[in-house]
């Protein structure tokens, strides 16, 4: 849909005999992102569009599309049925990730507990500290 509305703008544009940098400034927009309209990047916003339109002289109308063909729907109905296909299929892989995470999990659990290094060496330092406060003691007493 945007492709339509992208080569619309354009031809309205050139037919109008300006350059984007002119409609732009007309339209109240960056000349880059008339330059992105037009190429069909990124989406468009109905103000912005008006703007546009109103610097080109035109309306914004709404012009139904013609019923979609048998064809395509049957079509479409195709890839819905290998996308549930491809869904069915896809269903153990999720469980076996289920089961490899629990098992992860499990791991890092017995690895949650330990000490961090900071805590180790503050506790080597407190150990130290009771050694020789005992040891002053050892040797204060008859």
């Not at 945007?2 to 703008?9: K, M, R």
């Not at 544009?13 to 000349?31: D, E, H, P, W």
């Not at 729907?73 to 049925?81: G, I, K």
């Not at 896809?90 to 499990?106: C, T, Y």
Request: aromatic share 4%; proline share 5%; charged share 20%.
């Amino acid at each position: 849909m945007l492709g339509d509305v992208s080569a619309q703008l354009r031809a309205l544009r050139a037919a109008r005999g300006l350059t984007q940098k002119n409609l732009a400034l007309l339209a109240g927009i960056s000349q880059q992102h008339v330059s992105h309209l037009e190429q069909g990047m990124g989406g468009v916003e109905l103000a912005t569009l008006r703007k546009l339109l109103d610097a080109l002289g035109q309306e914004l109308a709404f012009v139904p599309r013609a019923p979609t063909p048998a064809a395509a729907l049957a079509a479409r109905a195709r890839q819905w049925d290998r996308l549930a296909v491809w869904e069915a299929a896809r269903a153990p892989v999720s469980e076996s990730l289920a089961q490899a995470g629990a098992l992860a999990d499990f791991f890092l659990s017995r690895h949650a507990a330990r000490p961090t290094q900071p805590e180790l060496r503050a506790h080597a330092q407190r150990l130290r500290l009771w050694r020789e406060r005992l040891a002053r003691i050892r040797t204060a007493a008859p």
